[in-house]
């Protein structure tokens, strides 16, 4: 297995993280924001900014995939979990861990507003815009990254990596 280069420490994503936490409940005081995780790599990043928030939260998750081969995306995506709860009047944040191409979050953008949220917003961990095929609103981004292929703290490269506790290159 290779060794990645260390390119985000452990102590940046967790400082970060804090402040996206903070962020995120300057913008919606009241109690009622509904984190949306979306499966699997948002998860160490979802985990650790819910802890974050101050007041009440409630979370869900969401399981899409899309068709591609090797690291690029046909730009189709299909519904592997729907969320469980209604959206119906609620302040929703999807949370992603990276956002490249911006297909994918696009399609769960739109689709999440025919919900009916009270606001519907984005929080990732990365943004990579020099990968975007379609303008995205990411109204909270913890680091904006250059075109490299990263893993750890939630992102993988065929299900390895996960686990790292920063996040790391792949590609030199």
Do not use: W
Not at 69 to 97: C, F, N, P, Q, Y
């Amino acid at each position: 297995m290779l060794s990645p280069r260390v390119m985000i420490e452990s102590s940046a994503l967790a400082a970060r993280v804090a402040e996206l936490a903070l962020e995120i409940r300057a913008a919606i005081p009241e109690d009622d924001i509904h984190f949306v995780g979306v499966l699997k790599g948002a998860v160490p990043f979802m985990a650790d900014l819910i802890r974050a928030v101050p007041g009440g939260v409630t979370i869900d998750f969401i399981a899409v995939s899309s068709y591609g081969s090797g690291t690029s995306s046909s730009g189709e995506v299909r519904m592997l979990k729907d969320v469980d709860a209604s959206l119906d009047g609620r302040h929703v944040i999807i949370v992603e861990d990276i956002v490249d191409t911006g297909l994918t979050l696009h399609y769960l953008q739109d689709l999440l507003r025919l919900r009916n949220p009270r606001s519907l917003r984005t929080a990732c961990l990365l943004s990579k815009p020099s990968r975007r095929k379609v303008e995205v609103p990411v109204e909270f981004v913890g680091f904006t990254i250059d075109d490299h292929f990263v893993v750890g703290y939630g992102l993988d490269y065929d299900e390895q990596y996960r686990n790292l506790p920063y996040i790391g290159r792949l590609d030199g």
